[in-house]
């Protein structure tokens, strides 16, 4: 702010622009004024001739000179009449006679005063006609208008000029500085607020007044600052999320390696037995039978933690509109033989329901959400399904999920400790996946006891 140059050039500018108009001003006045004056006395001078030679026409020569004399003295002019081939004078200011040959025209650049000395054109306007008097005879009149004034008027203008000049360049200095302070000021006042703003202070704002190109680019500098703290506040939260992620990730893994070397270490014990001879392990077919079902548990546990990676990295990819009421029935009949076998049924209530979403991420949360329902829920039981704009809401019959089940029910490889099979079997990572992908596309959601069983919503809106 301290070396903004804006004011000192806007004022130096406006000065000066000032100063040359004053100063072009005052030359056209000294310079043209005299010539505007001396037309404007040249022509009242050929109006009073008109007047005169209209007022004389016709009278006698007695009223001839009364009304010369008279109108020299309204008029302010000298006039000479020739009758009879004498001049006759009547005077409105101070006399000069003037010497000219009779009958002929009058030039005043060779007009000769009576003392011989010659009338300087300037100051004094000359003006000749004719009139006929009442007898007819042909009378020759002059009139004489003094501009003497004009040279006057000129010197006092020279001497006035000097102080003129100066007022106007006071009164153009005072007009430039509050010009300039007014023209600067809003300039001076973004640049304040744009330098609090590269600060990333939260509060700064110019403050738009007016619809002019100013005030565009304040409003346009306003809603700059708020896109780039909307992207602030965008990339902490996402960052916040991804390291969110990262921490998942790590504890993902750590229960990953954790909850596979448990079956590795019962397979390596058992193989080792085998191959020693040692007690019941020397039954190898049945211990073979076992080592490849662990394997197979193994490698079941691997693929699922290799698909659920896979369906997150594209959980937000190639979103499109998608009827969840649809799907919700292609997944239903791929379960219903399995939930057949356990004697279960499905009790469907989907609403035409469409929103957009990725299709392998939302069938891979109802797929497991099902066969969590299926493989958890009591037997011979239903299972509740209803679908609409609002959410998705899943419920099976089996027993409720106490406090501290629930606090570790979305944890990876969580399994409960009631020793059932279904648990038993389960990979443990189901509730983990579908956690991680409806917190991906940042979808409200919550798992609680319902009546004689567990409930699943997840809301769309």
């Given at each position: 702010?301290?070396n903004?140059?804006?004011f000192?050039?806007?004022?130096?500018?406006s000065i000066?622009?000032?100063?040359?108009l004053?100063?072009?001003v005052?030359a056209?006045?000294?310079?043209l004024?005299p010539?505007?004056?001396?037309?404007q006395?040249?022509?009242?001078?050929?109006?009073?001739?008109t007047a005169?030679?209209?007022?004389?026409?016709?009278?006698s020569?007695?009223?001839?000179?009364?009304?010369?004399q008279?109108?020299?003295q309204?008029?302010?002019?000298?006039?000479?009449?020739?009758?009879d081939?004498?001049?006759q004078y009547?005077?409105?200011?101070?006399?000069i006679n003037?010497?000219?040959?009779?009958?002929?025209?009058?030039d005043?650049?060779v007009?000769k005063?009576?003392?011989g000395q010659?009338?300087?054109p300037r100051?004094?306007i000359?003006q000749?006609?004719?009139?006929t008097?009442?007898?007819?005879r042909?009378?020759?009149?002059?009139l004489?208008?003094?501009?003497a004034?004009?040279?006057?008027?000129?010197?006092a203008?020279?001497h006035?000029?000097?102080?003129?000049?100066?007022g106007?360049?006071l009164?153009?200095l005072?007009?430039?500085?509050?010009?300039?302070?007014?023209?600067?000021?809003?300039i001076?006042q973004?640049?304040a607020?744009t330098?609090?703003?590269q600060?990333?202070?939260?509060?700064?704002?110019?403050?738009?007044n007016?619809?002019?190109e100013?005030?565009?680019l304040?409003?346009?500098?306003?809603e700059?600052?708020?896109?780039?703290?909307?992207t602030?506040?965008?990339?902490e939260?996402?960052n916040?999320?991804?390291?969110?992620l990262e921490k998942?990730?790590i504890a993902?893994?750590?229960a990953?390696?954790?909850e596979l070397?448990?079956p590795?270490?019962?397979?390596r014990?058992?193989?080792?037995?085998?191959?020693?001879?040692?007690g019941?392990y020397?039954?190898?077919d049945?211990?073979?039978a076992?080592s490849?079902?662990?394997?197979?548990r193994?490698?079941a546990?691997?693929?699922?933690?290799?698909?659920s990676g896979?369906?997150?990295?594209?959980?937000?990819?190639?979103?499109?509109r998608?009827?969840i009421?649809?799907?919700?029935a292609?997944?239903v009949?791929d379960?219903?033989?399995?939930a057949k076998?356990r004697?279960?049924?499905?009790?469907?209530?989907a609403?035409?329901?469409?929103?957009?979403?990725?299709r392998?991420?939302?069938r891979h949360?109802?797929?497991?959400?099902?066969?969590?329902?299926?493989?958890?829920?009591?037997?011979?039981?239903?299972?509740?399904?209803?679908?609409?704009q609002?959410?998705?809401?899943?419920?099976?019959?089996?027993?409720?999920l106490?406090k501290?089940q629930l606090?570790?029910?979305?944890?990876p490889f969580?399994?409960?400790s009631?020793?059932?099979?279904?648990?038993?079997?389960?990979?443990?990572?189901g509730?983990?996946?579908?956690?991680?992908?409806l917190d991906?596309?940042g979808?409200?959601?919550?798992?609680?006891?319902?009546?004689?069983?567990m409930?699943?919503?997840?809301?769309?809106a």
């Amino acid at each position: 702010m301290k070396n903004l140059k804006l004011f000192p050039k806007t004022f130096l500018v406006s000065i000066g622009l000032f100063a040359a108009l004053i100063i072009l001003v005052h030359a056209l006045v000294y310079t043209l004024m005299p010539q505007f004056y001396l037309q404007q006395k040249e022509r009242e001078a050929a109006d009073n001739l008109t007047a005169l030679v209209a007022e004389l026409r016709g009278k006698s020569t007695e009223e001839m000179r009364r009304l010369s004399q008279e109108f020299a003295q309204v008029k302010n002019v000298n006039i000479t009449l020739t009758i009879d081939g004498r001049d006759q004078y009547f005077q409105g200011f101070q006399s000069i006679n003037i010497v000219t040959d009779s009958g002929k025209s009058v030039d005043t650049s060779v007009v000769k005063i009576a003392d011989g000395q010659t009338v300087d054109p300037r100051s004094v306007i000359l003006q000749q006609g004719s009139v006929t008097d009442k007898q007819g005879r042909a009378i020759t009149v002059k009139l004489l208008a003094d501009v003497a004034p004009v040279t006057q008027a000129k010197l006092a203008t020279l001497h006035v000029l000097p102080y003129t000049m100066l007022g106007s360049l006071l009164v153009a200095l005072m007009f430039s500085y509050i010009y300039s302070r007014f023209v600067t000021r809003p300039i001076r006042q973004m640049a304040a607020v744009t330098t609090t703003m590269q600060r990333l202070e939260k509060g700064a704002h110019y403050p738009v007044n007016s619809h002019d190109e100013i005030g565009v680019l304040g409003r346009n500098i306003n809603e700059l600052y708020q896109n780039l703290w909307q992207t602030i506040r965008s990339l902490e939260h996402e960052n916040k999320r991804i390291t969110q992620l990262e921490k998942e990730k790590i504890a993902f893994l750590r229960a990953a390696s954790h909850e596979l070397k448990t079956p590795l270490a019962a397979l390596r014990i058992m193989l080792e037995n085998m191959q020693l001879n040692i007690g019941e392990y020397k039954n190898r077919d049945q211990y073979l039978a076992e080592s490849v079902a662990q394997v197979d548990r193994l490698a079941a546990m691997v693929n699922d933690i290799l698909r659920s990676g896979g369906v997150a990295e594209q959980a937000l990819r190639q979103e499109k509109r998608l009827k969840i009421d649809q799907l919700i029935a292609e997944v239903v009949d791929d379960y219903t033989l399995l939930a057949k076998t356990r004697g279960m049924t499905f009790a469907v209530d989907a609403r035409p329901t469409t929103i957009r979403i990725n299709r392998d991420m939302m069938r891979h949360v109802i797929s497991n959400l099902v066969s969590n329902a299926v493989r958890h829920g009591d037997t011979r039981s239903v299972i509740t399904i209803t679908c609409d704009q609002h959410g998705l809401a899943i419920e099976n019959a089996c027993k409720p999920l106490i406090k501290q089940q629930l606090q570790h029910i979305f944890d990876p490889f969580y399994r409960s400790s009631d020793g059932t099979k279904q648990h038993a079997d389960s990979s443990g990572i189901g509730l983990y996946t579908v956690k991680m992908l409806l917190d991906a596309k940042g979808l409200d959601y919550d798992f609680t006891p319902h009546g004689r069983g567990m409930r699943f919503v997840v809301r769309f809106a």
